[in-house]
């Protein structure tokens, strides 16, 4: 597999930044501690009914899975680690662990591939119990087309190596026998969903989509997870004081939360001046986007865009800067823009790598850009 990653090192130069970066343990800590406290109010019922209300009803089904890959997505300000968006199928993970290894971390990088394989086993246990795990299909549409395919035969690799079969594979590859889903005759145990399509509403969707309510295969990560922790809509209850008071957060992890979330307001066609005034302010996101599709800073909004946001559903968020880096490039130093993702499972952070960037959002086209490793100085972050 090593070989496999030196390969798309080579190929595919645009995945990967030539820098590192370096922050503190005390803001590893502070990360951690945000994390943490979402996970606590997530678990509450009163937080479950309100986010779930909202949700289409095949994310209202009942199951044990927490789901893979949950990426805690921020920017490191001058007041501190701010949370900019929760994404429940974040890509990179694989690649990064990949990255540290390159970087001399090679027994760092082992151990966090093998935690992303027990992920899995444990995801696998927590539906089937002691059932073995004999194949696991990697899904996407078109998945030889999306720009982040190589990470899918890292992980046909990394699964094979550990005695677990694997395919990947479109949606409109599987067949049914009305209980199991079928790749080339062969039933799938479990399905590591890279699919945008987070309520499997697709027609080419919809042999998953009733195998996985009928109990046939385990999806992670699942509809469910993706309306209690990615809908950008639940960044306006964890950044609310009253509303998180209301369901019963404790000071500590209000505190913290009110710390790390900017405030999320909901956009309103009733608010356009206000918003339209303070424009500058505020960062414009549908709820159910996805890797900065649709989403704007305000500084740059004209009014046509604006006129859609007021009646898309969008959610406004305080901007909180990106911090900025200087970048080796072959003919110089660049400044970029650093997103830190933490690839969480079950509230434990797992992994943090970084995004470099110019421009607005991450785009992995500016030389210099990409997936960067992240060392953390001596703190008390553990």
């Not at 971390?105 to 591939?113: F, N, Q, V």
């Not at 992670?220 to 950008?232: E, F, G, S, V, W």
């Not at 740059?300 to 909180?320: C, D, M, N, S, W």
């Not at 030389?367 to 553990?382: D, I, K, L, R, Y």
Request: aromatic share 10%.
């Amino acid at each position: 597999m090593i070989s496999t990653f030196n390969s798309i090192r080579q190929r595919q130069p645009q995945f990967f930044s030539s820098a590192t970066i370096t922050v503190a343990g005390g803001t590893m800590q502070a990360m951690a501690e945000l994390v943490a406290a979402i996970e606590s109010v997530i678990a509450l019922p009163g937080y479950q009914a309100h986010a779930l209300a909202r949700a289409p009803a095949i994310a209202r089904l009942p199951g044990q899975t927490h789901g893979v890959f949950m990426g805690y997505d921020f920017h490191l300000t001058e007041a501190g680690p701010r949370l900019i968006e929760i994404n429940t199928n974040a890509g990179g993970g694989l690649l990064n662990a990949y990255l540290l290894a390159a970087c001399g971390r090679t027994g760092e990088g082992a151990r966090i591939r093998d935690a992303f394989v027990a992920m899995f086993r444990e995801e696998w246990r927590r539906e089937r119990g002691d059932a073995p795990l004999q194949r696991i299909a990697i899904v996407d549409d078109n998945p030889a087309e999306q720009f982040l395919a190589p990470e899918f035969t890292l992980f046909k690799e990394l699964f094979e190596e550990h005695g677990i079969a694997a395919v990947v594979a479109d949606p409109g590859d599987f067949t049914s026998d009305g209980e199991r889903l079928l790749l080339a005759g062969q039933p799938v145990d479990l399905i590591y969903n890279r699919l945008t399509d987070f309520s499997l509403d697709a027609t080419v969707n919809g042999k998953i989509r009733a195998i996985f309510e009928n109990g046939g295969v385990v999806l992670t990560p699942h509809p469910r997870a993706h309306a209690l922790y990615a809908d950008k809509r639940n960044l306006m209850l964890l950044s609310d004081d009253a509303t998180l008071q209301a369901l019963g957060v404790g000071e500590a992890p209000r505190k913290t939360l009110l710390a790390g979330i900017p405030q999320t307001v909901a956009v309103t066609p009733e608010q356009a001046e206000r918003f339209w005034a303070e424009r500058k302010r505020w960062f414009f996101k549908p709820p159910a986007g996805f890797g900065s599709r649709a989403a704007y800073r305000g500084d740059k909004l004209t009014r046509r865009v604006f006129e859609e946001i007021l009646h898309g559903g969008y959610i406004a968020q305080e901007i909180a800067p990106p911090s900025e880096h200087l970048v080796p490039l072959a003919d110089g130093e660049a400044t970029m823009k650093a997103d830190l993702r933490c690839y969480v499972y079950a509230g434990h952070i797992q992994l943090v790598a970084a995004r470099l960037y110019q421009g607005q959002t991450t785009n992995f086209r500016t030389p210099g850009g990409g997936f960067a490793p992240v060392f953390v100085e001596p703190g008390n972050f553990s």
